[in-house]
């Protein structure tokens, strides 16, 4: 099993639609550990850690969203493993 970690940014219609309570419930369900917060710019930044494949599925549902969100796009950059654990809303 190999580990990935991923920093994301979502931009577009993010904030005030449950992104960040959605992606702390897929994230813990996928095994994921990081983070993710609003950014005052209004986009959501968020680190997912885990099982390479996992780390992946989240980062493309990252490009969907919760029911309500409009995303605009997404940026995605590989980092090295820093060993996180658990998964929680900043």
Do not use: K
């Not at 968020?46 to 490009?63: H, L, P, Q, T």
């Amino acid at each position: 099993m190999s580990r990935a970690r991923m920093r994301v940014r979502v931009r577009g219609r993010v904030q005030g639609v449950f992104f960040r309570a959605e992606t702390r419930a897929r994230a813990e369900s996928l095994g994921l550990a990081g983070w993710v917060r609003n950014a005052a710019d209004g986009s959501v930044e968020a680190i997912f850690e885990g099982e390479a494949e996992r780390v992946e599925s989240m980062v493309e549902w990252c490009r969907r969203g919760p029911d309500g969100a409009i995303v605009e796009g997404v940026e995605a950059l590989a980092e090295e493993p820093a060993g996180e654990s658990g998964f929680r809303v900043r």
